[in-house]
């Protein structure tokens, strides 16, 4: 008989991922969610580092390439180096899917200095609350980028 090889990832934070204080039908989740979304990439848009952290809280977690941020300062940090980053090349942004609490969206990105070479990355976001609960962000730029 043939056995299964099962490699168990360590979880990386005890909360909740659907943490609903106050059930909303789907309708006003997506509603809810696609609000938070406009302010949060027209934040992103005119680099405003306050405007995009007035969407996130302590409780928020963002993992980029597999390293967990939490909270509020960590969070920050990570988006000024990203705001840093971005100012230096091109990035377009594919219409985002928005179901509910969730936003996805994927993005093309052309660093000036590269002459031409263009990453793709991927975004994924939970909103609850009007807030920020979990982002992940993934891009094999960050492997020659890092950011922190």
């Not at 390439?65 to 840093?84: C, M, S, Y």
């Amino acid at each position: 008989m043939k056995s299964l090889q099962t490699v168990i990832v360590p979880q990386y934070f005890d909360v909740p991922l659907f943490d609903r204080k106050v059930q909303k039908s789907a309708e006003e989740t997506t509603e809810e969610t696609k609000k938070v979304w406009q302010h949060h990439i027209q934040a992103w848009d005119a680099v405003d580092l306050d405007a995009i952290m007035a969407d996130y809280s302590e409780d928020s977690i963002l993992i980029l390439n597999n390293t967990v941020k939490k909270g509020i300062e960590p969070v920050r940090n990570v988006f000024a180096n990203l705001f840093d980053l971005f100012s230096k090349g091109q990035n377009i942004i594919d219409p985002e899917v928005i179901e509910e609490e969730v936003i996805y969206i994927t993005w093309h990105f052309t660093p000036e200095a590269e002459g031409g070479t263009c990453y793709f990355g991927t975004d994924s976001f939970v909103v609850q609350n009007s807030i920020i609960k979990y982002q992940t962000i993934g891009s094999s730029l960050y492997e020659k980028y890092i950011v922190t």
